[in-house]
């Protein structure tokens, strides 16, 4: 079958064009989208991250109850693993809005939760926000604590938390 591709000369008809379309409609093509950049990017998965992360927000967002099983967790793993990757290139606020999205998600397991906070605290640290790397850190201790599969998230956590509560300035 043919595909058809549309090429908008003005932004504002481009929005009216998607603003038209129901949510169950925008939603699916939103996790066509991510889908597809999954599959092109192969080896280079983490630079496109952040983007894939923000489709799987709108499909997540759009589909509301009734989003496809799988869908939100994607979105946590490709948060984390844009969080990464920001982090890496000097990228800190993409890094700090991935990571709060990735904590903040209902559908984050324990231990995305406490990664997100430990990125998090080391985003904070290396922006020299220590009161703010310091409470994500406290808060991705708190969460890890005996839970034995957090082990090496919780000591990483607690030594980013005693840097920057006994180094401030580290």
């Known amino acids: 079958y043919g595909e058809s591709i549309y090429l908008?000369?003005?932004a504002l008809m481009r929005q009216a064009a998607y603003d038209l379309m129901p949510p169950s409609v925008r939603a699916s093509l939103h996790d066509a989208a991510a889908a597809a950049l999954e599959i092109?990017?192969?080896?280079?998965?983490?630079?496109v991250s952040p983007e894939i992360a923000e489709h799987l927000r709108h499909a997540v967002t759009l589909s509301g109850a009734a989003a496809a099983p799988g869908l939100a967790q994607r979105e946590?793993?490709?948060c984390l693993r844009g969080a990464r990757w920001s982090l890496q290139q000097f990228r800190y606020s993409a890094s700090l809005r991935l990571c709060e999205r990735a904590s903040a998600s209902a559908d984050a397991t324990l231990s995305q939760r406490v990664e997100a906070l430990v990125l998090l605290a080391e985003t904070h640290e290396t922006t020299w926000r220590v009161?703010?790397?310091?409470?994500?850190?406290?808060r991705a201790v708190e969460l890890a604590a005996g839970d034995r599969a957090n082990l090496p998230l919780e000591a990483r956590a607690l030594l980013v938390f005693v840097l920057l509560s006994v180094f401030p300035s580290w």
């Open 8 to 10: 908008f000369t003005h």
């Open 76 to 78: 946590v793993r490709a």
């Open 40 to 47: 092109e990017v192969g080896t280079a998965l983490d630079a």
């Open 131 to 138: 009161k703010e790397g310091a409470s994500a850190a406290a």
